[in-house]
T-cell receptor
Framework: EAQVTQNPRYLITVTGKKLTVTCSQN?????MSWYRQDPGLGLRQIYY???????DKGDVPEGYKVSRKEKRNFPLILESPSPNQTSLYFC????????????FGPGTRLTVT | EDQVTQSPEALRLQEGESSSLNCSYT??????LFWYRQDPGKGPEFLFT???AGEEKEKERLKATLTKKESFLHITAPKPEDSATYLC????????????FGKGTKLSVIP
């Protein structure tokens, strides 16, 4: 089944404890992206990747890191999480070399205390 | 300055009562406008891409249209299962692969 998977789905952590949220797609998609969704602010793009080893900043990249060492995986790294990074995170991918017709993952709900 | 503005924020319709959702945009050199549907607690699901003014796309009870300044998502004879938040998004200016979303319209269809 064609899909975007994220792990974990739910995570509660403490300020400053490094964490990684994994994202994987099995569709050989070129473009991958991370978003966060907050009430009243909507979906905002954090980082995106056009292909392996090619990443770029979105609207809200501060406090996040990404890497794209393999085409199928695009992990999101929070080196020192803070409470303002509490949010619902979505990974997405697109067959095209751009944000067209994206498939979204099921989301990761992160709480930082 | 918001590049994408959706209205209304929320809309309640009786089953069968047709209406339209609006998405206005200010990016120059539009390279595509996307509509997504999002159910509570789930990731957005792609609906349509529109590329140029005058273009229309249809899927079941939904029809998306595009002008030079805005897009409409028309919902004809909606059913309760059409209840969701509808999001529109556009890539930023020429050469950018960054995507910006509107804040969405939450549609509730009452039986």
């Amino acid at each position: 089944e064609a899909q975007v998977t994220q792990n974990p789905r739910y995570l509660i952590t403490v300020t400053g404890k490094k964490l990684t949220v994994t994202c994987s797609q099995n569709m050989n998609h070129e473009y991958m992206s991370w978003y966060r969704q907050d009430p009243g602010l909507g979906l905002r793009q954090i980082y995106y990747s056009m292909n392996v080893e090619v990443t770029d900043k979105g609207d809200v990249p501060e406090g996040y890191k990404v890497s794209r060492k393999e085409k199928r995986n695009f992990p999101l790294i929070l080196e020192s999480p803070s409470p303002n990074q509490t949010s619902l995170y979505f990974c997405a991918s697109s067959l095209m070399a751009g944000p067209w017709e994206q498939y979204f993952g099921p989301g990761t709900r992160l709480t930082v205390t | 300055e918001d590049q994408v503005t959706q209205s209304p924020e929320a809309l309640r319709l009786q089953e069968g009562e047709s209406s339209s959702l609006n998405c206005s945009y200010t990016v120059s050199g539009l390279r595509g406008l996307f509509w997504y549907r999002q159910d509570p607690g789930k990731g957005p699901e792609f609906l349509f891409t529109l590329y140029s003014a005058g273009e229309e796309k249809e899927k079941e009870r939904l029809k998306a249209t595009l002008t030079k300044k805005e897009s409409f998502l028309h919902i004809t004879a909606p059913k309760p299962e059409d209840s969701a938040t509808y999001l529109c998004a556009v890539p930023l200016g020429a050469g950018s692969y960054q995507l910006t979303f509107g804040k969405g319209t939450k549609l509730s269809v009452i039986p």
